[in-house]
């Protein structure tokens, strides 16, 4: 199904802390210790919800980064804060990160058919590497493995975690009272997965879940995340500094997918977008700059420094970036960031400086500061071009950013015909049209 035939792009709510900038918290509006209060994430969910936001995607963090003494640092566990939310909230999915590094399939396959029972079937899970060695001191490791090793291990441990999703057929449930006779013996089934990295007996203690199986999200862009993606992911989360990058990378995934044995449109792509918007561009460009005038220094060369496994403050603020930083074949940490960070810091000739402000805000996700119309037209460019699916929604500021984007930007994409009308049904797979 292309983006034309498509009848409607897909929106997901990105819920990070007090918002997707990095300096949300030091807002006017911001109570910094909100993000440990369970009424902040209903307030969220139920603004996303009803505008009509497809799924909540919440993200994790499994450590203090460096800086993090200037930022927003906590982060809760995103599985606890999802069951919360499913029983607040009727429609929207709700997706949540685990990392493959370091959780087991069957606590995996639990955890998350777990949550689509409660929800009634609006689970899903995003597929991560983890990409910082302070979290793997956090479980015990010295270190991180090397990229390609991370990946292999992440899609044994997908399949690991598929199997004994499959180890409940259905039907297997009977609940036979007269018979005393709960489930069929026949229709579950032992797994005895035994991969190069994970193993695992099954079969899973929990019932085969409303979707069969939970959403499958995949957030990585690099080599062996795009191959991870297009095998097994429904949905990619990616960032992409423009059109033109974002439909090579649509058509990239989508011919991977077809070399995998899949349709095209199993896969939907979600570019994550920073909507900054009011009623007028002058306004708009106002509320941006008040949050970037927020971002602390510190913080941002240290955020970058990681990004970049290089020590960015020995740099000239006011100069570009050294001709020698550039090669992500050295890094073992996140690829994909590191070179769409550098693609945009040469592509668009800006100073560290200006590099600073781009990635302390967006992070190198694509930025968007205009009236609804404005916003409204660079999404349908997008979905009608070939370069998305849908969005991935990253407010800077939380609730108040993805409060205007729901009054202002939601209504125009209703309008235009590119979102329903009115709420679909059915279970979040169903609604997606995944798990074809």
């Given at each position: 199904?292309?983006?034309?035939?498509?009848?409607?792009?897909?929106?997901?709510?990105?819920?990070?802390?007090?918002?997707?900038?990095?300096?949300?918290?030091?807002?006017?509006?911001?109570?910094?210790?909100?993000?440990?209060?369970?009424?902040?994430?209903?307030?969220?969910?139920?603004?996303?919800?009803?505008?009509?936001?497809?799924?909540?995607?919440?993200?994790?963090?499994?450590?203090?980064?460096?800086?993090?003494?200037?930022?927003?640092?906590?982060?809760?566990?995103?599985?606890?804060?999802?069951?919360?939310?499913?029983?607040?909230?009727?429609?929207?999915?709700?997706?949540?990160?685990?990392?493959?590094?370091?959780?087991?399939?069957?606590?995996?396959?639990?955890?998350?058919?777990?949550?689509?029972?409660?929800?009634?079937?609006?689970?899903?899970?995003?597929?991560?590497?983890?990409?910082?060695?302070?979290?793997?001191?956090?479980?015990?490791?010295?270190?991180?493995?090397d990229h390609k090793d991370r990946y292999a291990m992440a899609e044994d441990v997908v399949q690991a975690t598929l199997a004994l999703w499959r180890s409940w057929e259905s039907g297997a449930r009977?609940?036979?009272?007269?018979?005393?006779?709960?489930?069929?013996?026949?229709?579950?089934?032992?797994?005895?997965?035994?991969?190069?990295?994970?193993?695992?007996?099954?079969?899973?203690?929990?019932?085969?879940?409303?979707?069969?199986?939970?959403?499958?999200?995949?957030?990585?862009?690099?080599?062996?995340?795009?191959?991870?993606?297009?095998?097994?992911?429904?949905?990619?989360?990616?960032?992409?500094?423009?059109?033109?990058?974002?439909?090579?990378?649509?058509?990239?995934?989508?011919?991977?997918?077809?070399?995998?044995?899949?349709?095209?449109?199993?896969?939907?792509?979600?570019?994550?977008?920073?909507?900054?918007?009011?009623?007028?561009?002058?306004?708009?460009?106002?509320?941006?700059?008040?949050?970037?005038?927020?971002?602390?220094?510190?913080?941002?060369?240290?955020?970058?420094?990681?990004?970049?496994?290089?020590?960015?403050?020995?740099?000239?603020?006011?100069?570009?970036?050294?001709?020698?930083?550039?090669?992500?074949?050295?890094?073992?940490?996140?690829?994909?960031?590191?070179?769409?960070?550098?693609?945009?810091?040469?592509?668009?000739?800006?100073?560290?400086?200006?590099?600073?402000?781009?990635?302390?805000?967006?992070?190198?996700?694509?930025?968007?500061?205009?009236?609804?119309?404005?916003?409204?037209?660079?999404?349908?460019?997008?979905?009608?071009?070939?370069?998305?699916?849908?969005?991935?929604?990253?407010?800077?500021?939380?609730?108040?950013?993805?409060?205007?984007?729901?009054?202002?930007?939601?209504?125009?994409?209703?309008?235009?015909?590119?979102?329903?009308?009115?709420?679909?049904?059915?279970?979040?797979?169903?609604?997606?049209?995944?798990?074809?």
């Open positions: 199904m292309t983006p034309q035939a498509r009848r409607h792009l897909v929106l997901n709510a990105v819920v990070f802390g007090l918002g997707n900038h990095e300096a949300a918290w030091r807002m006017p509006e911001s109570d910094p210790f909100a993000s440990t209060n369970l009424n902040h994430w209903v307030d969220l969910a139920q603004i996303a919800e009803a505008a009509g936001f497809d799924t909540l995607f919440l993200g994790d963090v499994l450590s203090l980064l460096p800086g993090a003494e200037k930022h927003l640092s906590d982060t809760m566990d995103p599985l606890i804060i999802l069951s919360a939310l499913a029983a607040v909230t009727s429609r929207i999915g709700l997706i949540g990160t685990l990392s493959t590094s370091f959780e087991p399939p069957f606590h995996i396959a639990r955890r998350f058919a777990s949550l689509d029972h409660i929800s009634g079937g609006r689970a899903g899970w995003n597929i991560v590497t983890s990409s910082n060695v302070l979290e793997a001191r956090n479980f015990g490791l010295a270190a991180l493995q009977l609940g036979d009272k007269a018979r005393g006779q709960y489930f069929d013996p026949a229709k579950v089934h032992a797994v005895d997965y035994a991969g190069a990295f994970v193993s695992t007996a099954g079969p899973l203690n929990v019932p085969r879940s409303p979707q069969g199986r939970p959403l499958l999200v995949q957030a990585g862009s690099s080599e062996d995340g795009r191959n991870l993606a297009s095998r097994y992911a429904d949905v990619v989360f990616t960032a992409q500094p423009g059109v033109e990058d974002a439909r090579a990378f649509y058509s990239d995934i989508k011919r991977r997918a077809l070399e995998h044995g899949r349709r095209a449109d199993d896969v939907l792509i979600l570019p994550g977008i920073m909507p900054v918007v009011a009623e007028t561009r002058e306004a708009a460009q106002a509320r941006l700059d008040e949050i970037n005038g927020q971002v602390v220094h510190q913080h941002a060369l240290a955020l970058l420094s990681e990004y970049l496994q290089t020590d960015v403050s020995q740099f000239d603020l006011d100069a570009p970036l050294p001709a020698d930083v550039g090669d992500a074949g050295r890094t073992q940490a996140n690829k994909s960031r590191f070179t769409l960070i550098v693609q945009l810091a040469r592509r668009e000739n800006l100073t560290l400086r200006q590099l600073l402000q781009r990635v302390g805000g967006g992070r190198g996700h694509f930025l968007l500061a205009g009236t609804a119309e404005d916003i409204a037209d660079t999404m349908e460019e997008w979905f009608r071009s070939g370069a998305a699916d849908g969005f991935s929604v990253m407010c800077p500021v939380l609730p108040a950013d993805l409060r205007s984007f729901a009054n202002l930007v939601v209504p125009v994409l209703r309008a235009r015909g590119l979102i329903p009308s009115e709420p679909t049904s059915g279970n979040l797979a169903d609604r997606l049209n995944a798990h074809n």
